[in-house]
C-alpha cells in the first residue's frame, strides 16, 4: 500500500499526479487527509481523501508519499501522524518519497543525511546534509533503503513515474508512459 498524505494548502499536482499515476499501474494507493478528509490545496481543490489520518497504521505501507506546497508541507511536518509514519518506514526500510517544498521535512528529520536529494529552490537549507543534486527527480538507494526526491510541481509526472518505477520496476514505468502518451 502507498500512503499519500494531504494536508490543508498541498500543492495539487504534487499529491495528485502520484494517486493517478501509482493507480492507473495497478498500485494500492490511499489517500490520507491530515486532520479530516476533506483537504483543500494551495490553488483552492478541494479533494476528498479515502482515509483520515487517525484510521490508518503503517504496519501495510510499502511507500509514504509527501507532496510539496506551502503551508502543505509545514502541516505535513506538524503531524504526529506523518512522523510516526516516516519513523517506521525508516525502521522497515521501507520507500519515502517527496516532492517541492516535503523533502525539508526529510531533510529536518536527518533522512536526507549523506543522500543525494533535491528541493524546491530556497528550501536547500534544510536538506544541508544531503548531496544535492542537479537532477529533476532522485532516486537515492543507500543507507539500505529507497528515497525519492523532486524538484516541484513541473515534475509532478516525472516523480510519479519514478514511483512506479521503484515499485513494479522500470518496464511497467515505461509501459505506462507510452499508454500516457509521455515523451522520453
Known amino acids: 500500500?502507498?500512503?499519500?498524505?494531504?494536508?490543508?494548502?498541498?500543492?495539487?499536482?504534487?499529491?495528485?499526479?502520484?494517486?493517478?499515476v501509482l493507480r492507473r499501474a495497478g498500485i494500492a494507493v490511499t489517500t490520507v487527509g491530515v486532520g479530516g478528509r476533506e483537504i483543500t490545496g494551495s490553488h483552492g481543490v478541494?479533494?476528498?481523501?479515502?482515509?483520515?489520518?487517525?484510521?490508518?497504521?503503517?504496519?501495510?505501507?510499502?511507500?509514504v508519499v509527501l507532496p510539496g506546497g506551502m503551508p502543505g508541507t509545514t502541516n505535513l511536518e506538524a503531524s504526529p501522524v506523518v512522523m510516526s509514519f516516516l519513523d517506521y518506514a525508516l525502521a522497515q526500510k521501507k520507500w519515502i518519497a517527496a516532492i517541492c517544498a516535503a523533502p525539508s521535512i526529510l531533510?529536518?528529520?536527518?533522512?536526507l543525511d549523506g543522500r543525494?536529494?533535491?528541493?524546491?529552490?530556497?528550501?536547500?537549507p534544510a536538506l544541508?546534509?544531503?548531496?544535492l543534486s542537479s537532477k529533476s527527480v532522485c532516486v537515492d538507494l543507500s543507507h539500505g533503503f529507497g528515497v525519492v526526491t523532486a524538484k516541484g510541481a513541473g515534475v509532478?509526472?516525472?516523480f510519479a513515474?519514478?514511483?512506479?518505477?521503484?515499485?513494479?520496476?522500470?518496464?511497467?514505468?515505461?509501459a505506462l508512459r507510452k499508454a500516457m502518451q509521455c515523451s522520453e
Open 156 to 158: 509532478a509526472l516525472e
Open 128 to 131: 544541508e546534509k544531503a548531496v
Open 107 to 111: 531533510g529536518h528529520r536527518g533522512i
Open 161 to 174: 513515474l519514478t514511483l512506479v518505477a521503484c515499485l513494479k520496476g522500470k518496464d511497467a514505468a515505461l
Open 46 to 63: 478541494t479533494i476528498t481523501c479515502d482515509k483520515i489520518d487517525s484510521q490508518v497504521q503503517p504496519e501495510e505501507m510499502e511507500m
Open 116 to 124: 543525494e536529494a533535491i528541493c524546491f529552490p530556497g528550501f536547500e
Open 1 to 20: 500500500m502507498v500512503y499519500v498524505f494531504f494536508a490543508q494548502g498541498f500543492e495539487e499536482l504534487e499529491g495528485l499526479s502520484p494517486v493517478d
